[in-house]
């Protein structure tokens, strides 16, 4: 069957719950994508900042490979080794002390304002408690991860949904101190906002917010689903800011496409959990651990952090001389391999024409760009990235 074909009956038979662009894609190499038609294209989306490693690393390949002969599932009631060697790994790079493995980064924020909501429990022996996010936030599509979402138009045709749930200004210290109450149990920050516009925190905002933090006993949440893993140069992005906190969400690029997300916390903080409060099926199983403890390795064995630094220190001076260049860019932002180009106008169409000409990449809003590669990416690659962009403006 052709590519139309395909599409045809995958509007038949899926819901209709996203606008996809017009191709199969059918196998990957490095950082090239092949539909099934057998074009090429240069990857600068790696599945929304997933596929760190490029496809077909063949190290990565084989790990998976050997866990599915051993054994690819379990449960939670057991041990497992590649949970515990991923769990370590993950501790190490994140600085938390305990971690609990979910299956996508939404469950990971559930967990999370779980997690939060019991600290508050403890301490007050009340429940109610509540939790502020951000303004452009974007935490997920469950119910709760919903609820924090900082988006009204993804939030209202689903409520009620989750109570106790208050919105403040990203880099706004003090939009925060007006909204926290007694009952604040956490807040919880992006610090690189993703799907909001590729927006970083400002330094003194995540400082400030630390210090306010630890004056009122409030958690702090930083969803490093996106941002983390690397991408923007530092293991986690919080490393690059100084700032540390209590409870980190992580997925994405976790497992480098198998789906796998956590979430981490101090031990003070992970200690309000007990057996029963929280559980999983498939979360941790040998499968998915044994990406993840392979992704780890993988990322020290590439020098992957040097390298991420390197290439997004030529990314940016090229997508600076873009928005020079061109006056319907406003500007460039971003950290390290998560940037964002903003225009003046809708980006749709240079994206349709970009693919069309061998590039995928993807919007974070209508009129904002977002470059999100694997973090394997070249000089070279970004430069054939930046020709095909020129053509298509
Ligand atoms: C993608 C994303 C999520 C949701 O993760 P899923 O795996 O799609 O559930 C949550 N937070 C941030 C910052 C994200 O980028």
Known sequence: ????????????????????????????????????????????????????????????????????????????????VPAVKASEKLIKASGMDRVFFTNSGTEAIEGAIKLARKYYYNKNHQAGSEIISMNHSFHGRSMGALSVT???????????????????????????KEKITDKTCAVLVEPVQGEGGVYPADKEFLSGLRNLCDELDILLIFDEIQCGMGRTGKMFAYQGYGVKPDIITCAKALGCGVPVGAFAATEKVAAAFE??????TYGGNPFATAAVSKVFDLYEKENLLSHVNETAGYLEEKLDELAVKYDFI???????????????IPVKDYILK????????????????????????????????IGILESVF
């Open 275 to 280: 057996p029963g409060d929280h559980g999983t």
């Open 1 to 80: 069957m052709e590519m139309n074909g395909y599409i045809e009956k995958a509007e038949q038979v899926l819901m209709h719950t996203y606008n996809r662009f017009q191709i199969v894609l059918d196998k990957g190499q490095g950082v090239y994508l092949y539909d099934i038609e057998g074009k090429k294209y240069l990857d600068f989306a790696a599945g929304i900042a997933v596929f760190a490693l490029g496809y077909g690393n063949k190290e990565y390949n084989a790990a998976l490979k050997n866990q599915i002969d051993k054994l690819i599932h379990t449960s939670n009631l057991y041990y497992n």
């Open 330 to 344: 406003l500007e460039r932002r971003g950290k390290g391999l998560m940037q964002g180009l903003e225009f003046k």
């Open 150 to 176: 900082g988006n009204p138009k993804y939030r209202e045709p689903f409520e009620p949904l989750i109570g106790g749930t208050v919105f403040a200004d990203f880099n706004n210290l003090n939009s925060i």
């Open 354 to 385: 970009a693919m069309d000409k061998g590039l995928i990449i993807i919007s974070a809003g209508a009129n904002i760009i977002r470059f999100v590669p694997p973090l394997i990416i070249t000089k070279e690659h970004v430069d054939e990235m």
